[in-house]
C-alpha cells in the first residue's frame, strides 16, 4: 500500500514538474493568451467563414467542431514540447541514466496535457453558448464531458507519437503545424466528412478527434449516451494505438541512441 | 575489492555520410582499455582531446553500448544488467546543460528524484542538505537559468547524487570554471572522498588530477599508456628538474653558452616584462645552479627556483608532446 502511495506521488510529482519544465507556453499571459484567445479568434474565423459560405444555417457545427478540435494544441503542440524538449534542454542524457521506468516517464509527459486541453474544449464551448447562443438544454453533459475525455486522451496519443518523431528528427515545427491543419480539415471539424472523396474520409477514420466531434455534435443535439458509446470506443482505441506506437518509437530510440551515440551530452 | 572492473572495452563509432552513395567512417574512440577501481577510490583518467575518456565514462554509466569487453560495477554487468547499475552510479558530464532552466534548483531536484525513485519524504531532507553539501544554501527556489555556469555545474552534483550512489562519474567537472569556482568545486569533490564514494574524474587539469587521484590512467587513441599513482608517473620523468632563472637582460650569446654546457637537457626562455625567465631541463637538479650562476657571472639575475617535474611534465613525456 505504502509503494503504491509513493509510486502515485512520484508519478504526479515528475508530471507536474515535466509538464513545468518542458512546456513553453507556461507564463501567465501566453498560457492565458493560448488558453482564452486563441480558440476564440479559431472559432470566430471558421464559423464566421463556414456559416457565410453554407448559407448561415448551421453554425453549431462550426462552433462545436472547432470548440472539440481546440483540444489539438494541447494535445499535438504540448504533448510534442514535452516529449521533444529534452532534446533542447540536454536531458537526455540523464533522464536515460535513470532507472524511472520508461512507460511511466513517457505517459506522464501528456497527464497534464490532457487536463490543460480537456480544459481548454471547456471554454471554447462556453464561448459557443455565449457567443453563438449555442444551446446545451438538451445535452447529457457528463456524456459531453466524457467525450471531452476521450476525445483529448486519443488527440494525446497522436501527440505522443509526433513527439517522439521530434526527438529524432529536426523540424518538429513543421511537422506539428502540417498536423494541427491536417486535423482542421480532416476531422470534420470544418467539412462535413461525407461530402469528401472517399480516400479522404478513410484517411479521416484513421485520425484522432474524427469521432469525438462526431459525438459531441450527436449529444449537444439532444443525442443518448448509447447513441455515442461505438464513436467513444473507437476513439479511444485510436488513441491508445497511437499512443502505444508512440512508446515503442521511444524505446526504439533509446536503443538506438545506446548503439550509435546520439544521445547529445553537450 | 575492485568495485568497478573495466577488461578489454572497445567502442567505435559509425559515421554514415552521402545519401545516394552512404560511406561508413569508423572511429575507434575506445580500443582496448583494461582497468579496475578499488572501492573508495579516486581514480583520475587522462588524455588528449579525442582519447576516448568521455566514451568510456558513456559506456559505464550504461549511456553506450561497447563493442567489445565487459564492464563490471558493483559484479552487475553495465549491458545486461542497465537498470540496477543506475541505482548504484551517479553521473556528469562537464558543463551547464542538462538542466530545466525554467524550473528553479529545488523543483530540478525534486524532479529527478522522482526519476530515480527517492521517496518524497526522503528527497524533503535530503535536497536542502546536497545543496549545502555543493553549496548552493539558500539558492534552490531561484530559477536554474539565472543560475551562473558553477552553479550549474554544482547543482548538477547535488543531482546527482540525490540517490546517494556509491559510484560517481565526473567527466571534467571543473570545465570553465573560474579558478577560485574551480578550487571551491575541487573541495566539493574532496567532501565526497571523504564520504567514501569511489569517483572516476576525467580532467585536462593536471594539477588537479595530482591533487586528487589515488591513482592515475593516462589514455591516447583509446588505448593506456600508463596507469599508476600519481607519484610513481612522476618517477618517470626524474630526469626532467627544471630550474628557472630570472634574468634582466641577458645577452643571447650567453643563452646560447648556456644551452651548450654538457649537463643542460635543454634551454627555454620566456620574456617578461623586462625579465627573461631561462628554463632549464637538466639531469642535476639543483646541483646545476652554482655551475649555471658560474656562466651568469656579472649579469644581473633575479629569483632562482628549482622545481620538481609536475605531473603535467610526466604526461606531456607520455602522450608524446614536447616539454
Ligand atoms: N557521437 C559520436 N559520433 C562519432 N564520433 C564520436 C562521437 N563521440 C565521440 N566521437 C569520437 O570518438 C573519439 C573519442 O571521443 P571522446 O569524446 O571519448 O574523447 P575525450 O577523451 O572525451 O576528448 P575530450 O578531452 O576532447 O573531451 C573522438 O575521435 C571523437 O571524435
Ligand atoms: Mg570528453
Known sequence: MKTINNNLRLFWQGTVLSYVALFAWFRPVTYIASKILMPLAQMIFFTFLGSYASGGSNVDFYVIGNAIQITAVSGIFGVTMSIGGDRWAGTLAYLFGTPANRMMMFFGRAFMHVIDGAFGVVIALTWGALLFGVDFS?????????????????????GLLMGCLSLITANVMFVNNTVYFLLLIFSGANIAIDTLPNWMQAFSQILPLTRGIASARILIAGGSFAEVVPLLTSEAGIGIIYGWLGYFLFKWFEVQAKRKGSLETV | MNIIEVQNLKRVYRATNGVIRRTTKEIVAVDDLSFDIKEGELFGLLGPNGAGKTTSVKVLATLLIPDAGQVRVKGLDIVKDANEVRK???????????????????????????????????????????????????????????????????????????????????????IGLDPVGAREFRDVIRNLQSEKKTILLTTHYMFEADSLSDRVAVIDKGLIVALDTPSALKKHVRDLSVVEIETFGIAPNVVEEIRKLPFVDSLSTREQDHRQILHVQTERGAEAVPDLMASLEGMRVGRVTVREPTLEDAYVRLVGGKA
Open chain 2, 88 to 174: 548504484e552510479i551517479g553521473f556528469i558530464f562537464g558543463g551547464e546543460r542538462g538542466l530545466y532552466w525554467r524550473l528553479s534548483g529545488n523543483d530540478n531536484l525534486r524532479y529527478f528524484a522522482s526519476l530515480y525513485h527517492v521517496a518524497p519524504e526522503i528527497s524533503k531532507k535530503r535536497i536542502p542538505y546536497l545543496l549545502e553539501l555543493v553549496g548552493l544554501k539558500g539558492r534552490g527556489d531561484e530559477r536554474v537559468q539565472g543560475y551562473s555556469r558553477g552553479m550549474k555545474q554544482r547543482l548538477h552534483v547535488a543531482r546527482t547524487l540525490l540517490h546517494d550512489p556509491d559510484i560517481l562519474f565526473l567527466d571534467e567537472p571543473t
Open chain 1, 138 to 158: 438538451q445535452t447529457n453533459l457528463s456524456a459531453l464531458g466524457l467525450t471531452i475525455l476521450v476525445t483529448t486522451i486519443s488527440t494525446c496519443g497522436l
